[in-house]
């Protein structure tokens, strides 16, 4: 519990810097880590913060920086459904900024790239709250994409035996 406060902080440093310098509100997807802390998905430890890049405008940087660690991710080359947006689930505790997390079954998708073991711990515990008619779907949502650069579908679609045997998906 303790380091989800402090990642939900983070978050809240993040609108105050907003406010101060009068910048709009906006939206931000949370996945990875952080994301299954906030959403109560997960508890393992992690402090760094993963967001899809939404083409922020440079002025965004000083509050970003407010999360410490993160990674901004293009989507481009990131195993996301184009979906995504319509599966998230916005924290409501956030009243200045719109943070969103992304579903469970959408972040299990995501990991299936890598498949480290850290990964697989994830979707280990993950997997037990998915719907995995909704992960097929969403795997063939990223597959049937044409802007995923191709090295990644190539892995991705590599991973997948892999992954469909170990969870019976």
């Known amino acids: 519990m303790e380091l989800k406060r402090q990642l939900e902080d983070r978050i809240k440093d993040m609108e105050e810097v907003s406010k101060v310098f009068d910048i709009e509100p906006f939206d931000i997807y949370f996945l990875g880590g952080a994301a299954c802390i906030l959403g109560g998905y997960t508890e393992r430890a992690t402090r ?3 967001f899809i890049d939404l083409d922020y405008s440079a002025k965004l940087g000083k509050v970003f920086v407010q999360l410490r660690d993160f990674d901004m991710l293009e989507y481009s080359s990131t195993l996301l459904s ?8 916005k924290l409501d505790r956030f009243k200045f900024l719109n943070v969103y997390l992304l579903s469970i079954e959408d972040i299990i998708v995501s990991k299936i790239i890598r ?5 697989i711990e994830d979707i280990d515990i993950l997997i037990k709250n998915a719907d995995k008619d909704l992960i097929n ?17 190539a892995q ?4 997948l035996p892999i992954f469909k045997g170990r969870y019976h998906v």
Request: aromatic fraction near 10%; proline fraction near 3%.
């Open 115 to 119: 498949l480290e073991q850290k990964d």
């Open 48 to 50: 760094d913060f993963d």
């Open 137 to 153: 779907q969403i795997i063939d949502e990223v597959l049937s994409r044409d802007d995923l650069y191709e090295s990644k579908k």
């Open 156 to 159: 991705f679609t590599k991973q």
């Open 82 to 89: 184009p979906k995504y947006k319509e599966r998230a689930r």
